[in-house]
């Protein structure tokens, strides 16, 4: 075990910093977060043009520079090399806790191996939010995130998942609310979800009702902003149930064939879905 005395060690290097900023209200910025950000020697930012608004309010003239998905690796290994010599870096994402669905996981593991102080800030993070006010079981739950964006992958994913007794916390873009919520319907049932839109903004909502429910606010319901997606976790009643009950053995296999399935694929996941000999399924849907 590597031990990490985040403010009782005296070192020769720096210390990277990870500052969670607003997810909407700007008064969600703790004094502390401010204190670090005006401290630290540089800023590494998603957005440099976002996070500039932020310093900007908040008076901070610490220079920013890019840390994102696609210059990761050379910003990464800069900054390090920037902390090994006594400097203090402080990551902050566009909204929210750094390293969450963002780039800053794997600088916070490069800085790790090379055995340099991470230091996290406790701050604003658009997951729990969504969660401790969603009225579903809070006991356990499971980050998820932005589920894959190919049909194939997301319905593996969602196979996954659907047994698990957590409770689940999806993050999803507007253009793509209504094909998650749809498929999470197909994955699951009808569970209980709550839809978390603009939160802590003045247009802040909670649609809270059922996966089925859900669908027909996404026809009439204002889908604009970022959404957090809080779904029931699987009950002993909704493990009984099969979704595809209702469905005849040609449209059971179509409906692997509209997920990206191949046919044989498909005749496989029915035979397995309904414990069938494939040989059965196949002359069903070959008739």
Not at 9 to 30: A, F, K, Q, R, W
Not at 161 to 169: D, N, P, V
Request: charged share 30%.
């Amino acid at each position: 075990m590597k031990q990490q005395a985040s403010f009782r060690e005296e070192t020769e290097v720096g210390s990277i910093y990870l500052v969670p900023t607003p997810i909407g209200n700007l008064e969600d910025m703790t004094f502390r977060a401010i204190r670090t950000l005006k401290e630290a020697d540089m800023i590494a930012a998603e957005d440099t043009r976002q996070s500039k608004k932020l310093c900007n309010h908040f008076d901070i003239t610490t220079p920013l520079v890019r840390y994102d998905e696609h210059n990761k690796d050379k910003a990464g290994h800069m900054l390090i090399e920037k902390v090994k010599e006594g400097k203090s870096v402080a990551l902050v994402s566009d909204a929210g806790m750094p390293a969450i669905s963002d780039p800053g996981h794997d600088i916070v593991k490069l800085a790790i191996t090379e055995e340099i102080p991470v230091i996290a800030l406790p701050g604003a993070n658009a997951a729990l939010t969504s969660l401790v006010a969603s009225g579903l079981n809070t006991e356990q739950f499971y980050f998820v995130g932005f589920l894959p964006r190919q049909k194939k992958h997301r319905y593996e994913a969602l196979e996954e998942l659907k047994s698990m007794r957590a409770t689940l916390m999806f993050y999803e873009a507007p253009h793509r609310l209504k094909e998650t919520i749809e498929a999470l319907f197909t994955a699951f049932g009808n569970r209980r979800i709550s839809i978390c839109r603009e939160l802590t903004k003045k247009f802040e909502e909670y649609q809270r009702g059922t996966l089925e429910e859900a669908l027909v606010w996404c026809e009439n319901g204002m889908v604009k902003g970022e959404f957090c997606l809080i779904v029931e976790g699987a009950t002993e009643d909704i493990e009984e149930e099969k979704w595809w009950d209702n469905l005849e053995l040609t449209q059971h296999v179509e409906h692997y064939i509209a997920l990206g399935m191949t046919s044989k694929a498909a005749i496989k996941q029915v035979s397995t879905d309904r414990n069938l000999q494939k040989r059965e399924v196949y002359q069903a849907y070959h008739q």
